[in-house]
Structure formats: C-alpha cells, structure tokens
C-alpha cells in the first residue's frame, strides 16, 4: 500500500497538478497532458483527499490557488529543483565525448549551423549524440524546468519570462527583422515604419509565437494598429512561400534572409526593406545555471566557440 508521501510526490500527480497551476483551466489542462478531464479532475481530488485539504477554489468560471495550493506549488518547484541539481551533478561525473545532449530549438529559429556542427562533432566523438527538438518558447521553458533539454537555442530578451534567476544565456548573434512585400512605392524608400504597413494584409507566425509577440509590442510601441493577418505559419520558409504566392507582407529575419536570392525574390514582384526603427532581438543558448560544468556540455561550448572562430554564424548560414 502506499504511503502519504508517495501518493502525493508521484511523478504523475506532480506534473497533473503543475500544468493545472500553470493553465488555470481544466481543459487546457488535460488537452496538454493528453488525459480527458474527469480524469485530470480524479487525480486533484485524490492529492487535495490525500492533502486534507482544497489546492484550488473557483471564483466565477477562474480557477485560483488556495494558500495550501501555494504552499504546495512551491513545494513541488523545490523538488524539480533538487532532482535537477542531482541529475546535474551525476552527469558532471560522466565523460565529455558520451551520452546525450539534448537541444530544445526554437521552432522558428534557422537550423543549418547547428546541424553541421552537430555533423562535425559526430565525426570527431561518435559516441556523444546531439538531439535536436524544435519546439514552442512555452515548450522549451516548460522542458528547461524540467531538466528535458540541456540546452534551448532562442530569441532573447523574452519579457514574458519573470524568473531569470536559475538561468544563465550566452548569445549567439544578433538579429532584426527585415520587411517583404509586393508595394513598388514602399521599395523606393530606404527604411519603411510599420504605420505604413498596417492597410496591407499580413502573414505571420502563430500567436503565441516570439517574433509575432515582438512584432506586436512593435506595433504597440510605434502606436500604430495591428494589421489584418492573411495567414500563419510556424516557419520561415513556409510564412516567404505564402508571401511570394500572394499580396501578403510579411517581416523575416535578417539571418533567414541571407541565404536567399534577392533579385530572385524582386523577379517575383517581392520587395525587401529595412524597418525603421530597426525590430532587433539576439539569439542565444539559454541553460540552467551550472549545467555548463557537466563535462559534454562544457566541450559543445567549446567545440561551438571553435567552429565559430573558425567562420563566423553569418557566413556559415550564407553557405550552400
């Protein structure tokens, strides 16, 4: 029979009532953890049973925290905590040229440099395997704090993040947003203001995605109002298919832009101009603080470094 402790600290039950805390909703919830939500609602019961007491309470149709489900909530975060300082430093005890390093990437981040350095580091350690998971920013702070990934490839700064303080970042190289569109008259211009771009229809990335929340607080900062959206898609290259195919503009990175034909794109009836002021973010690796001192984790940063001085990021995107 189990005990108290064991009902309650259940890998299962930990993560029911994490992403409950997290959604404030039942069925966002379930659909997340891929449970119906009589079953989602079965297991809070049976940990508040076990607890003695409510974890949640209900005002209207919003879900909030009781002061025990506080308690709780914190609880559960100091666990995760430990179990990944103890992971940490098991695998500080292991060799650096075995195991897995696993790299959550943003979905809408270029892959291609790090695909050849993970073909170059397969070639001098075929022993260390390098993942790669492309992923949402609610994905890859969500497996950052579980200790799923080691190390998440993303676009910084990201305001909706409030608790930097477990993680360390390193940048990779900064970037900014160019703007393509089919508007002869807006080509002529050297730098184009997003209030001039808000009568054309858009294409852009899904809602939640980072370039679009940067887009908006852009639109929001220049006081300017949104424009109607055509379509969206999760990748560069599919949101520049729909803009060659249609009247739609849309905004893409400078880095994504480099490995395109120019006077291809202006064949196509496609203009590409700078924004004024400029949309600017970096990208960088974002990990849990110490996770660099875990030997295979120390030499890709090494390794990563090296191949960068040997070509830089940019030049490296730019080759076929």
Known sequence: MKTTQENIFSSKTLSYFLQLSETMNYTQAAQILGITQPALTQQIKKLEKTVGTNLFYSVGKQLHLTDAGNIMLRTTHQIYDLLNVATDEIQQATSSTTGNINLGILASVETKVFEDFALQMYDKFPDLTINFHMLTRKEIWENLENNKIDLAIMYLPDASIKNWKPYNSQKIISDDLLFLHHDKDLAKKKKVHLKDTINIPWVMYPQEYYLNLTLREA??????DLPKVASRYTTPSQILRFTVNSSACTALPRSFMLNLDLDKLKSQGVYVNDFEPKIKFDLAFVYRKNKNEI????????????????????SRLQEK
Not at 302 to 312: A, I, P, R, T, V
């Open 219 to 224: 639109f929001k900062n220049q006081m300017a």
């Open 295 to 314: 030997p295979r984790i120390g030499q890709f940063f090494d390794k990563f470094n090296d191949f960068l001085s040997e070509k830089d990021y940019l």
